[in-house]
């Protein structure tokens, strides 16, 4: 394997300045943090992708749907 990798001076006073900003007192506290809003970011990323996919199956027998109700309506539209 190779050197760990180490957190760069940047990273550092980002680190740093969440903890001020937060009044979070340790570096893992900000990691969990982060850890945390990154898998809820994750989680709505796969939900939106199902529901696309969902969408898209049915989107041709929906079309077909409104299209039959349209041509029965009552509320004729020009």
């Given amino acids: 394997m190779g050197k760990p990798l180490m957190i760069q001076d940047y990273d550092h006073r980002r680190i740093e300045q969440l903890k001020a900003r937060l009044g979070v007192d340790a570096k893992i506290d900000i990691v969990r943090a982060a850890l945390d809003l990154l898998e809820q970011h994750a989680a709505h990323e796969e939900r939106v992708a199902r529901w696309k996919h969902a ?16 041509k029965h309506s009552r509320l004729k539209r020009t």
């Avoid at 969408?55 to 349209?70: C, D, K, Y």
Wanted: charged share 40%; aromatic share 6%; no cysteine.
């Fill in 55 to 70: 969408a898209a199956r049915v989107a041709v027998e929906s079309r077909r749907v409104n299209a039959e109700f349209r």
